[in-house]
């Protein structure tokens, strides 16, 4: 089910699930927003800290669910990821955003809240947030509102050695593996047969991402995909003892024997070129030898 799309003059609401936020940031972010053609508003208790969260579960879910509520506000935009969305997951009122549903924006660890959407079967958006504006390439906030607006898309980026090549269509789910291995286990645990999965990540352990993926592959979340769409998976670390393996490595390992096409590189995740996903939406991925084309159909 697709959210209403965006006019111009439409109201964005601004609510933190996770971490807390610097208020100077958010302002920064609410000009650009209106610089944009849209309204903006701040969650109740946007600015509230509780150690490393903006505010407690319950101020959290209480703003999430204002905005829910509020028919004003046409998308919920998540001011960053951290860690905290999960601590309110069973505090949101789902049942009223499947009655009148709602764009809700973010990546990272705002996965949690897009893996709840993909269960109901709500679209999402995977997208860049305000702490991010600043860095963001013009082309990643440019899909952001585009995308919010309805249009239709298709991007492109190089191919590299490692790509499977191919052509799939297909519902897009995904987001931080970290947040879908998280998950696992739970009544909204993600479902991926006969869907393109698209992860990314951020700040982990080559054998942590090895750890992930063989839990991905032993839940049998991998072998029947149509696709597979490899974002950033930035700033990995590793061991004093080498792990050997790089993350495209240890990702071809885990769907050995699988065939579909796999691409690498992808410009989404914890990139400045961040650019917007529905998730939940319809996609034609194609993987050629030089090129990489991933066509919306929202």
Not at 113 to 134: D, E, G, R
Not at 168 to 175: D, F, I, K, Q, T
Request: charged residues 20%; proline residues 2%; negative net charge.
């Amino acid at each position: 089910m697709l959210p209403a799309f965006l006019e111009k003059g439409d109201m964005i609401r601004i609510v933190a699930t996770a971490r807390k936020m610097d208020r100077s940031i958010l302002e920064e972010a609410a000009d650009f927003i209106e610089k944009a053609g849209y309204q903006v508003s701040f969650g109740k208790h946007l600015f509230e800290a509780n150690n490393q969260f903006a505010g407690s579960d319950e101020m959290r879910a209480s703003d999430f669910n204002e905005a829910i509520h509020d028919n004003e506000v046409k998308a919920i935009l998540c001011a960053r990821g951290g860690y905290g969305s999960v601590r309110i997951l069973d505090a949101i009122d789902w049942k009223h955003l499947q009655k009148l549903p709602k764009w809700i924006v973010g990546y990272s660890d705002v996965t949690a809240i897009h893996q709840v959407c993909n269960y109901l079967s709500i679209a999402s958006m995977h997208a860049t947030m305000p702490i991010n504006f600043k860095s963001n390439t013009q082309a990643a906030l440019d899909s952001l509102f585009n995308t919010l607006s309805g249009a239709s898309f298709t991007y492109e980026w190089d191919s590299m050695d490692l790509n499977r090549s191919g052509t799939c269509s297909g519902e897009l789910v995904g987001g931080n593996l970290s947040m879908i291995y998280s998950m696992m286990g739970s009544t909204e645990q993600l479902n991926t047969t006969g869907k393109i999965l698209f992860l990314e990540d951020l700040d982990e352990y080559l054998y942590h991402v090895d750890r992930m993926m063989m839990c991905l592959k032993r839940a049998d979340l991998l072998s029947g995909l149509k696709g597979l769409i490899i974002g950033g998976m930035t700033d990995m670390n590793d061991n004093t003892i080498p792990f050997g393996k790089t993350v495209p490595q240890i990702i071809l390992d885990a769907i050995k024997g699988y065939n579909f096409p796999v691409t690498f590189n992808a410009p989404f995740g914890h990139i400045d070129d961040n650019r917007t996903l529905v998730l939940g939406g319809q996609y034609k991925l194609q993987v050629k030898e030089s090129k990489v084309y991933l066509s919306s159909s929202v």
